[in-house]
């Protein structure tokens, strides 16, 4: 079975600009998280979409958005990106909706940098 | 709120030393706490997971056992290879009132570095 996949893997933009960061989900996998990874803050959490519905948000500014679509493809949008935008974008899916049924399968990442 | 923490790092072994990783949490209820690895330039692998108290994960060597009176799931190996050099995270499954939110909560996470 195919895992997560993301695209770009790597992209860099400038400040001000916006970019849309893609998630392939493992197949028949309904659930679909996305998390930041940066050096200080760690990994947190943005969001989570069950069958197109966000359910859960993490505390990020309005800047950070995100749809997933009825094949359950996922993506992410920042607007307005600022420095502190770089880092490391993971998606992750979950054929379980809840915990304890539930078992994160993460991508590869895409990492963004913003100059 | 809910918490993870983890021990600091890096943690510099020699090949077939013993590795312990602490990792305690606070949390309401009863969550699911796994251990993730990454390597690098990689994503997170699910390296083992328990959900309920005194529930042992383990996988690949490694061992963690959910323990709800010291609020700890330490990692464990009994003897590290060159290859098991990554960083190691502890997470939790949040919850909020009697609902998890299916979001995990991390540790800082922990460098592992294996000398042959």
């Known amino acids: 079975k195919a895992g997560v996949t993301q695209t770009p893997r790597y992209l860099i933009k400038t400040r001000g600009q916006q970019v849309t960061l893609s998630c392939s989900p493992i197949s028949g996998h309904r659930s679909v998280s996305w998390y930041q990874q940066t050096p200080g803050q760690g990994l947190q959490f943005l969001f989570e979409?069950?069958?197109?519905?966000?359910?859960n948000k993490g505390n990020f500014p309005g800047r950070f958005s995100g749809r997933q679509f009825s094949n359950s493809r996922s993506e992410m949008n920042v607007s307005t990106l600022e420095l502190g935008d770089s880092a490391l974008y993971l998606c992750?899916?979950?054929?379980?909706?809840?915990?304890?049924?539930?078992?994160?399968?993460f991508g590869p990442g895409t990492r963004l940098t913003v100059t | 709120g809910n918490s993870v923490t983890q021990m600091e790092g890096p943690v510099t072994l020699s090949e077939e030393a013993f590795l312990t990783i602490n990792c305690t949490y606070t949390?309401?209820?009863?969550?699911?706490l796994f251990w993730y690895v990454q390597y690098p330039g990689e994503g997170l692998q699910l390296l083992l997971k328990a959900t309920k108290a005194d529930d042992k994960g383990s996988n690949k060597g490694f061992e963690a056992t959910y323990r709800k009176e010291t609020t700890s799931f330490h990692l464990e190996k009994g003897s590290v290879q060159v290859s098991d050099s990554a960083v190691y995270f502890c997470a939790l499954s949040d919850q909020k009132g009697s609902s998890n939110t299916g979001k995990l909560i991390f540790g800082q996470g922990t460098t592992l570095q294996v000398k042959p």
């Open positions: 992750a899916s979950s054929f379980g909706s809840r915990f304890p049924d539930r078992e994160e399968n």
């Open positions: 949390a309401t209820g009863y969550p699911s």
């Open positions: 979409y069950f069958s197109e519905t966000q359910r």
